[in-house]
């Protein structure tokens, strides 16, 4: 079974509809992030969290809200979709606990069409 | 503040060929580095990450890099590509705090030609 799963793996939806994008993972991690990624962008920081009480906006996290409901799931929401927020979403998590250099594990991603 | 530049966006290279991937980085502090892999329809994975010690790092299904502080660069290197390391590789850089800020370059396509 994968370790970080996100739902749902693809979406299309309608301008000015509100869209939940949803992340689990079963690694045990305390951190989690939201990205997007855009052909020659490559990915940019929507939303962390360290724990379920601490989220934090990361460089692009206007138009997007999040909700940490455990410490295994963490939700991205766009209230109000609109086409430049056509791209791949992806999940990840990181082990605070790692000493070192910390990989990230990531999700297989979530590809949102509006239209 | 921290940056990565990846050089190439693309890069055919014939099967069996060598290969370079080039990124440099830019950072006022310390940093970890890392490379990771996109397969085609799939999140991205680690290829190797630098921490400290010995400049060449050695990662998953025979990718190598090097570090090398004076030109600030990280370079992936295959000796001899194969069909299956077709997809997207990304640089990225994080700081040696408590957070980690993880920043990533846009990319480099690797293009196996058979």
């Known amino acids: 079974d994968a370790d970080v799963t996100q739902t749902p793996r693809n979406r299309i939806t309608k301008t000015g509809k509100r869209i939940m994008l949803e992340c689990s993972q079963t690694k045990g991690h305390d951190r989690m992030y939201w990205y997007r990624q855009d052909p020659g962008l490559g990915l940019r920081l929507i939303y962390y969290?360290?724990?379920?009480?601490?989220?934090n906006k990361g460089e692009i996290s206007d138009g997007y809200s999040v909700s940490r409901q455990a410490q295994a799931k963490f939700s991205l929401s766009l209230e109000s979709a609109i086409p430049n927020q056509t791209a791949l979403y992806f999940c990840a998590t990181s082990d605070p606990g790692t000493t070192g250099p910390r990989e990230q594990f990531f999700g297989p991603g979530t590809r949102l069409t509006v239209l | 503040a921290q940056s990565v530049t990846q050089l190439d966006s693309q890069v055919p290279v014939f099967e069996e060929a060598p290969v370079e991937l080039r990124c440099n980085y830019s950072s006022s502090v310390s940093v970890y580095l890392f490379w990771y892999v996109q397969y085609p329809n799939q999140g991205l994975q680690l290829l190797l990450k630098y921490l400290s010690g010995s400049t060449l790092v050695k990662g998953i299904n025979g990718f190598e890099a090097e570090f090398n502080k004076s030109q600030t660069s990280f370079h992936l290197r295959k000796p001899s590509v194969h069909i299956s390391d077709t997809a997207e590789y990304f640089c990225a850089v994080s700081d040696r705090g408590g957070y980690q800020k993880v920043t990533f370059g846009i990319g480099t396509k690797l293009q196996v030609i058979p």
């Open positions: 969290s360290f724990d379920v009480k601490d989220i």
